[in-house]
């Protein structure tokens, strides 16, 4: 029988690497796939569809929470994101950990579909690197970069509700550690006592 695969949840600002942290992540991991959310947003260059993001119109996207297609939906910055239900859960069925990049409000409707996700949340190292990064990414107007730094507040008034909080203030240490909460994870009594268990009987004889 194969092992369930375990629901990761990553968030954080808008800005404090997350992305570029899970990117670095996923080569290093042996079993592990990044979930494709729905989107209404418009595709960013070098953003391909069904590999970045699901691109839906807003009918789609209503049509899909009128179905009760996601496990999670939100808007953020007046575009809707959602999870899908049927995505995430054939793929936790074959024993392959799926990690979703969402923010708080999706993390607590996932944990209700599985109490047993382990949720991490990746900090800045202060406000004011935190905008520095948004204003060095040059992806935003000054007004929606101030907008994200209000947003900020909000997110990171949550991060208290998350297992684990990896601060990112050198890229390289924030990447170890989101690596050992993984490893740990991954070594649990009852994941190892799943994988092994030809090592146990036969010591156990």
């Known amino acids: 029988m194969t092992q369930q695969g375990t629901l990761y949840i990553i968030s954080a600002p808008s800005g404090a690497g997350k992305t570029s ?3 670095a992540l996923l080569p290093q ?5 990044l979930s494709i959310s729905y989107t209404t947003r418009p595709a960013r260059a070098g953003e391909v569809d ?12 209503s049509e899909m929470v ?11 910055f007046g575009y809707h994101y959602g999870t899908s239900h049927e995505w995430v859960e054939q ?5 392959i950990d799926v990690i979703l990049e969402i923010d708080w409000q999706g993390a607590r409707q996932c944990r209700m579909f599985h109490p047993d996700s382990l949720l991490i949340f ?24 101030q907008r994200r730094m209000g947003e900020a507040s909000k997110e990171v008034s949550h991060s208290h ?10 890229f390289s240490c924030a990447l170890t550690e989101l690596c050992a909460i993984f490893t740990a994870n991954s070594l649990k009594t009852q994941r190892q006592l799943a994988r ?10």
Not at 126 to 142: F, G, I, P
């Open 21 to 23: 942290l899970v990117k």
């Open 29 to 33: 991991l042996s079993n592990a796939q």
């Open 50 to 61: 069904g590999a970045n993001y699901f691109f839906v119109d807003e009918d789609t996207f």
């Open 66 to 76: 009128e179905a009760q297609s996601f496990m999670e939906y939100a808007s953020v």
């Open 91 to 95: 793929r936790l069925a074959h024993g």
């Open 122 to 145: 990746i900090l800045p190292p202060s406000k004011a690197v935190l905008q520095q990064r948004l204003e060095a990414r040059s992806l935003d107007s000054v007004e929606v970069i």
């Open 161 to 170: 509700e998350y297992d684990y909080i990896v601060i990112n203030d050198d």
């Open 196 to 205: 092994n268990k030809g090592i146990l009987d036969e010591i156990l004889l």
